[in-house]
């Protein structure tokens, strides 16, 4: 149980363009999805918090036009990279809390590696 | 400023030693702590701690919480070289969101 599941694993674009990325709960729902972006032998550092229903919270120094979250259901949120530059370039990783009980534990997707060409 | 500390950053051990991983927060609010065990992907979840001394066990790894001195330890008994990875600590915190503060990791090799 409490599989994430991201998609694409990895993505190449041109500088100006935008990238979605999909993070979805396979066997349980989760009111709240984390994104997480790592940088190379770095911890993970929180960008935003995905409520489903309602607007994502940003963390300070995070840009929300730039960075899109959409929660549109119980199983899936979605991130876009609007007008992404080299400096994006990343591993995104996504996690979910189980909306049963009272389970503190977020479960990780296996990640999006996004290179900004 | 809540913080997640790690030590040490980095371990080299031969298979068959012991570890001990650290693991020292200043978190508001603090409600539990989490280890995960990150490879080359996203990290796979390890163990949840919420209550003081109370050891929790899977295999060859165990760990334990002290809110007292605010630090959690994360063993490693009879390494293997696939226990090579990145060990991160987090700190849930905050009210009902429950975000996850993440230490710096700590990189664990271990050879042959």
């Known amino acids: 149980g409490a599989v994430v599941s991201q998609h694409p694993s990895r993505v190449i674009c041109k500088s100006g363009t935008s990238v979605k990325i999909e993070c979805r709960s396979l066997?349980?729902?989760?009111?709240?999805m984390f994104w997480y972006r790592q940088f190379p032998k770095k911890s993970l550092m929180l960008m935003a918090t995905?409520?489903?229903?309602?607007?994502?919270?940003?963390e300070q120094g995070v840009e929300k036009d730039k960075f899109l979250i959409n929660h549109a259901s119980l199983t899936l949120s979605t991130l876009t990279v609007t007008s992404a530059h080299p400096e994006d370039s990343s591993f995104y990783i996504c996690?979910?809390?189980?909306?049963?009980?009272?389970?503190?534990?977020?479960?990780f997707g296996p990640g999006t590696r996004l290179l900004v060409l | 400023e809540d913080k997640v500390v790690q030590s040490p950053l980095s371990l080299v051990v031969h298979e068959g030693d012991t570890v001990t991983l650290n693991c020292s927060y200043e978190?508001?609010?603090?409600?539990?702590l989490l280890w995960y065990k990150q490879e080359k992907k996203a990290p796979t979840f390890l163990f949840m701690l919420?209550?003081?001394?109370i050891e929790k066990k899977s295999g060859r790894l165990s760990s334990i919480l002290d809110k007292k001195e605010l630090f959690s330890i994360l063993n490693i008994t009879a390494t293997q070289t696939g226990d090579s990875a990145i060990y991160l600590c987090?700190?849930?915190?905050?009210?009902?969101?429950?975000?996850?503060?993440f230490g710096t990791g700590t990189l664990l090799a271990v050879q042959p």
């Open positions: 996690s979910a809390r189980d909306a049963r009980g009272a389970d503190e534990t977020q479960y």
């Open positions: 066997d349980f729902q989760a009111t709240t």
């Open positions: 995905s409520n489903e229903g309602s607007k994502a919270t940003y």
């Open positions: 978190v508001t609010n603090f409600r539990s």
């Open positions: 919420t209550s003081s001394g």
């Open positions: 987090a700190a849930v915190y905050g009210g009902a969101t429950n975000k996850l503060i």
